[in-house]
């Protein structure tokens, strides 16, 4: 517990050193974290786009099937 004035000042400064390097580290992290969410739902919305369409292509064709049998069967009657 004999520490001199100078250990002491040394051990704040270090101290202080490695708070400012903690501070800029979490900065960093922050600043990563949020870019790799960005392209993780970047990616994912092209996804949910693919099934989107592929999912209204399937129904227009439905669409197309039902008009034309209804087109078929108004001939049909006339």
């Known amino acids: 517990m004999d520490k001199s004035v100078d250990e002491l000042e ?6 202080k050193m490695r708070r400012a390097q903690l501070k800029r580290d979490m900065i960093e992290e ?14 994912w919305r092209k996804l949910l786009r693919l099934a989107k369409t592929e999912q209204l292509k399937k129904e227009i064709s439905i669409y197309q099937q039902n008009h034309d049998r209804e087109v078929d069967a108004k001939d049909a009657i006339l």
């Open 30 to 43: 922050t600043h990563n974290a949020q870019f790799n969410r960005m392209k993780i739902l970047t990616h």
């Open 10 to 15: 040394e051990e704040q400064k270090n101290l």
